[in-house]
């Protein structure tokens, strides 16, 4: 049964029935729909709470498979990060070690990527970082093609090519496979008898008496030396190889070749003695490039691994105390 509302009115003195006015059904309309929507979005959140789309469903699944194996790709580009700097690294050392020269002048490499960056990088940067390993990928993929076809397709190998190869002493004048036998390296050095800074115009190689010493690539015989003296090179060889280069073996025992002889890369020519102006048994070696000494350890290539190679080249680069 409905309510009849009544209103009193002060011009009858009377109480009268209520009328409807359109200003009432307009709030009654209004408070329905706002009523409706309340229900409805309640009604919403309810199903949307506890059921999920196939859409939800998929991103749910990839949110764990992210969340899985992130870690490993972490790895995975730190890895791919550190050989893309690695080998840009090694380029530009074997460029200088080959052509005796500084490398073309480019940025230094650097890690573009960082651990952080990664961890904290969402669905979108993630991405855009995986690009940027690509594309650096791909740049030294290029380089490295590039490089081939030059060495693989275009350069021909002749017979002077041969004969330079092989003026280039490229081999360690003693026996030294565990690398330490290299004391003192080329340059600014300490002088075993004054004690003060002078440069040192080759490397020592500290070995027993009676080492052999060998010629570290073929060529002639160009200077012997014998002497009694306890300063100077003492007894020394010089051999020298064409294209350039020269070789001296200095503070010698023993003395194996003579004045004018070929030798051949490898050849024993002497022996570890302290002749001259040395303070213990030892071998100093210098190489002569055009000239002038030069850093032997730049030619000690042969034989070495890369790891050998860095590790013979940090013994070189010590300042230390020279025998000589």
Same mark, same amino acid.
């Given at each position: 049964?409905?309510?009849?509302?009544?209103?009193?009115?002060?011009?009858t003195?009377?109480?009268?029935?209520?009328?409807?006015?359109?200003?009432?059904? &307009?709030?009654?309309?209004?408070? %329905?729909?706002?009523?409706?929507l309340l229900?409805?979005?309640?009604?919403i959140?309810?199903?949307?709470s506890?059921?999920?789309?196939?859409?939800?469903? &998929?991103?749910?699944?990839?949110?764990?498979?992210?969340?899985?194996?992130?870690?490993? %790709?972490?790895?995975? %580009?730190a890895?791919?990060?550190?050989?893309?700097?690695?080998?840009?690294?090694?380029?530009?050392?074997?460029y200088?070690?080959?052509?005796?020269?500084?490398?073309?002048?480019?940025?230094?490499?650097?890690?573009t990527?960082?651990?952080?960056?990664?961890?904290?990088?969402?669905?979108? *940067?993630?991405?855009?970082?995986?690009?940027v390993?690509?594309t650096? *990928?791909?740049?030294?993929?290029?380089?490295?093609?590039?490089?081939?076809?030059s060495?693989?397709?275009?350069?021909?190998?002749t017979?002077?090519?041969l004969d330079?190869? &092989?003026?280039?002493?490229?081999?360690?004048p003693?026996?030294?496979?565990?690398?330490?036998?290299?004391v003192?390296?080329?340059?600014?050095?300490?002088n075993p008898? #004054?004690?003060g800074?002078y440069?040192h115009?080759?490397?020592?190689?500290?070995?027993?008496?009676?080492?052999?010493?060998?010629?570290?690539?073929?060529?002639?015989?160009?200077?012997?030396?014998?002497t009694?003296?306890?300063?100077g090179?003492?007894?020394?060889?010089?051999?020298t190889?064409g294209n350039?280069?020269?070789?001296r073996y200095?503070?010698?025992?023993?003395? *194996?070749?003579?004045?004018?002889?070929?030798?051949?890369?490898?050849?024993?020519?002497?022996?570890?003695?302290?002749?001259g102006g040395?303070?213990?048994?030892?071998?100093?070696?210098?190489?002569?490039?055009?000239?002038? &000494?030069?850093?032997?350890? #730049?030619?000690?290539?042969?034989?070495?691994?890369?790891?050998?190679?860095a590790?013979?080249?940090?013994?070189?680069?010590?300042?230390?105390?020279? %025998?000589?």
């Amino acid at each position: 049964m409905s309510v009849v509302k009544y209103q009193y009115n002060p011009k009858t003195f009377q109480y009268e029935r209520a009328r409807v006015t359109a200003r009432d059904i &307009a709030w009654y309309v209004c408070g %329905l729909l706002f009523t409706g929507l309340l229900f409805s979005g309640g009604m919403i959140a309810v199903h949307d709470s506890l059921t999920e789309s196939e859409t939800e469903k &998929a991103l749910l699944v990839e949110n764990e498979l992210l969340k899985k194996h992130k870690p490993v %790709l972490v790895q995975q %580009l730190a890895e791919v990060e550190d050989k893309l700097v690695a080998l840009e690294k090694n380029d530009r050392h074997l460029y200088a070690r080959l052509f005796n020269a500084a490398p073309p002048e480019s940025e230094p490499p650097v890690n573009t990527l960082s651990r952080e960056q990664v961890l904290l990088a969402d669905a979108s *940067s993630f991405r855009q970082l995986l690009d940027v390993v690509k594309t650096r *990928s791909e740049s030294l993929r290029e380089k490295s093609l590039e490089g081939n076809n030059s060495f693989g397709d275009r350069i021909r190998v002749t017979k002077d090519h041969l004969d330079m190869l &092989a003026s280039v002493p490229s081999i360690q004048p003693i026996s030294n496979d565990q690398l330490d036998l290299l004391v003192s390296g080329f340059g600014e050095r300490i002088n075993p008898f #004054h004690k003060g800074n002078y440069h040192h115009p080759g490397i020592d190689f500290a070995a027993a008496r009676g080492t052999s010493v060998f010629s570290t690539a073929m060529g002639r015989v160009s200077a012997v030396s014998r002497t009694n003296l306890q300063a100077g090179y003492g007894n020394y060889v010089e051999i020298t190889h064409g294209n350039g280069f020269a070789t001296r073996y200095a503070h010698l025992g023993e003395i *194996s070749v003579r004045k004018g002889q070929a030798v051949v890369k490898g050849q024993v020519i002497g022996t570890v003695g302290s002749s001259g102006g040395s303070v213990a048994p030892h071998l100093h070696y210098e190489v002569i490039r055009d000239g002038e &000494a030069v850093d032997p350890v #730049h030619y000690l290539i042969e034989g070495l691994g890369s790891e050998q190679y860095a590790e013979l080249l940090q013994l070189g680069i010590k300042k230390n105390q020279s %025998l000589d």
